[in-house]
Nanobody
Framework: QVQLVESGGGLVQPGGSLRLSCATS????????MGWFRQAPGKEREFVAG????????LYADFVKGRFTISRDNAKNTVYLQMNFLEPEDTAVYYC?????????????????WGQGTQVTVSS
């Protein structure tokens, strides 16, 4: 069973940066496509970014606008989300998720394993 643990969330001022990490265990990391999702208060969980098994292909939500970068280190079984130029609208709980298979997906239902989430708050 795949287990995912996020870290790196916190309080940051508008325009600031954070790097989220997601450490995995219980599966072969390099077989897993990884994604980041987020859920803001009162809203549904939404796709943020995804990365394929080798890190050669990425997918982003439109609202990222080039501000976020997803990456992975298969030697460390970890996926990252570098977030720059953060805005108050980015405030949410951020979740790491994984799926097996070949193709990057945006749909929450395509991901079989989830972390507990890490809170990101963007406020002055």
């Amino acid at each position: 069973q795949v287990q995912l643990v996020e870290s790196g969330g916190g309080l940051v001022q508008p325009g600031g940066s954070l790097r989220l990490s997601c450490a995995t265990s219980g599966g072969t990391f390099s077989d897993q496509i990884m994604g980041w999702f987020r859920q803001a208060p009162g809203k549904e969980r939404e796709f943020v970014a995804g990365i394929d098994r080798r890190g050669g292909s990425t997918l982003y939500a439109d609202f990222v606008k080039g501000r976020f970068t997803i990456s992975r280190d298969n030697a460390k079984n970890t996926v990252y989300l570098q977030m720059n130029f953060l805005e108050p609208e980015d405030t949410a709980v951020y979740y790491c998720a994984s799926k097996f298979g070949t193709y990057l997906k945006r749909r929450e239902a395509d991901y079989g394993s989830w972390g507990q989430g890490t809170q990101v708050t963007v406020s002055s």
